[in-house]
């Protein structure tokens, strides 16, 4: 199983943009799908998006969709989540996950989780 390592988090101000990186150590991302989740405190943790095995699929949060973009460089073994647009409450723990396929409703579904990187949107 591959052991998820998530960077890229930080401070930005509304409408600036972050891009979040999913990479492994372990066995390689590539036969995996992925899953970005987010969780805010006090709240449950969230689907943000995901990526299938053979990346013809991805899907998106509502709040997210046409603002965030996930994708994979198989060479790199990392996947990533490209945040434009960003907004106050895009503010949580980001945490990306492997599993056997692109579910945004059930993150139990993933095998494995990285650590998350914190994602902090205010001016």
């Not at 689907?47 to 998106?60: A, H, L, M, P, Q």
């Not at 996950?97 to 945004?104: S, T, W, Y």
Request: hydrophobic letters at 30%; glycine letters at 12%; proline letters at 5%.
């Amino acid at each position: 199983q591959p052991h998820p390592v998530e960077s890229g988090g930080g401070l930005a101000q509304p409408g600036g943009s972050l891009r979040l990186s999913c990479a492994a150590s372990g066995d390689t991302l590539n036969y995996h799908a992925i899953g970005w989740f987010r969780q805010a405190p006090e709240k449950a943790r969230e689907g943000v998006s995901c990526i299938s095995r053979d990346n013809e699929e991805t899907k998106y949060a509502g709040s997210v969709k046409g603002r965030f973009t996930v994708s994979r460089d198989k060479v790199k073994n990392t996947v990533y989540l490209q945040m434009n647009g960003l907004k106050p409450e895009d503010t949580a723990t980001y945490y990306c996950g492997a599993g056997p396929v692109c579910n945004l409703n059930h993150w139990e579904a993933y095998n494995t989780w990285g650590q998350g990187t914190q994602v902090t949107v205010s001016s």
